[in-house]
């Protein structure tokens, strides 16, 4: 008796052991304890970017969400509040806009918000033939995938390494390990953020800071619509973006440099290290030619609009 009597704790006490314990099992749930973090997602609007900020929002992060579509971030919002009791920030801009990336970041600054994890996944695509592309479209892409993720990392890094922890999530291209045809400004801009992301990752390792390049191959996206070639996802095995971001966070809790989601294309990876890259470009024709060209630019006035 005296013995029980001597371990029961006071109510407040218990309530203080089952939150501690809940918190626990939380943590149990949550190894790489991101709970109650910021992470901020470039391209939340739809496909890879929403879905980081679903498993992210389920580890217990806090988002803070930006794309063009404030509607979609608004809709993903409430579900992510409804679903994990997350905190949201949206902050709607064009990204390929030259000074979007400073007034990004400044107004992130000025809500005085401290960021863990950058996920740099905002991207777009355009597949076509030399002579029907629009150059504006791919300097828009170059704008985007390079100079905004160049920009966002590089102001990110800073407040991570004086804190010695977080990181930095770049999301790169399978087509990113070799030039192809057709979308040739695509695929160099991929290899830039990959080869951009393994040297960060090199540098910064020893100091607490992961920074890791992932490289999806076909995922259903809307990016194929956007690129004016929806009918490939029929034709190509793809990915869910469920099972890429499960994939990548995997990876970066490990620490990885460069995830590669699925078997079959890490051994394409590997392939074509091996293969004179005459051979690998040529081939790249058959695989990405477009089956029903239309001029660069029109896809996205027809399919963005909702
Ligand atoms: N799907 C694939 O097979 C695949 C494979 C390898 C790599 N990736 C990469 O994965 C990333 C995500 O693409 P996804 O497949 O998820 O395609 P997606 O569904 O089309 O998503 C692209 C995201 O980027 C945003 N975005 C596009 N232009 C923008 C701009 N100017 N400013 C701000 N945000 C912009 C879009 O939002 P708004 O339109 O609302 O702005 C959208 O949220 C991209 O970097 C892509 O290159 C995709």
Redesign the pocket.
């Known amino acids: 008796m005296i013995f029980c009597s001597a371990v029961v704790p006071e109510p407040a006490v218990c309530a203080k052991i089952a939150a501690d314990s809940s918190f626990r099992k939380k943590r149990r749930l949550l190894p790489d304890s991101l709970v109650d973090r910021w992470a901020l997602i ?9 879905e980081f900020a679903r498993q992210l929002a389920a580890r217990g992060m806090h988002l803070v969400l ?4 404030e509607d ?1 971030l608004r809709e993903l919002a409430e579900e992510l509040d409804l679903r994990h009791g997350a905190k949201t920030e949206l902050i709607p ?4 806009e030259p000074d ?1 990336p400073r007034r990004l970041w400044d107004e992130i600054v000025s809500r005085n918000i401290r960021m863990h994890i950058l996920v740099n ?5 355009q597949v076509s033939e030399v002579d029907r592309a629009s150059r504006e479209k791919l300097l ?1 892409m170059v704008r ?2 390079v100079a905004a993720v160049t920009d966002l990392t590089y102001r990110a890094l800073p407040s991570m390494l004086e804190e010695g922890d977080g990181g930095v999530i770049n ?5 990113g390990f070799q030039p192809v045809a057709y979308m040739g400004v ?1 695929a160099a801009s ?1 290899a830039y953020i990959l080869h951009l992301s393994e040297s960060l990752w090199a540098e910064l390792r020893d100091r607490g800071v992961h920074v890791m390049a992932l ?10 619509e ?1 690129a004016g070639v929806s009918g490939w996802l029929k034709k190509r095995p ?1 990915h869910s ?1 469920e099972r890429v971001v499960r994939t990548a966070l995997r990876a970066f809790r490990k620490k990885r440099p460069v995830c590669i989601p699925g078997a079959r294309n890490h051994l394409l990876t590997l392939l074509q290290r091996f293969l004179p890259r005459k051979r690998v470009v040529r081939g790249s024709m058959k695989y990405f030619r477009p089956l029903n060209p239309r001029p660069a630019g029109e896809a996205e006035a027809s399919d ?1 609009a909702d």
Do not use: Q
């Open positions: 470039t391209g939340a609007s739809s496909g890879i970017g929403a930006t794309a063009r579509r979609r801009l064009d990204l390929s979007a996944n905002a991207g777009f695509s828009e985007l995938n999301v790169s291209s399978l087509t695509y991929k490289c999806p191959g076909t995922t259903r996206t809307e990016l194929f956007v793809s973006p963005r």
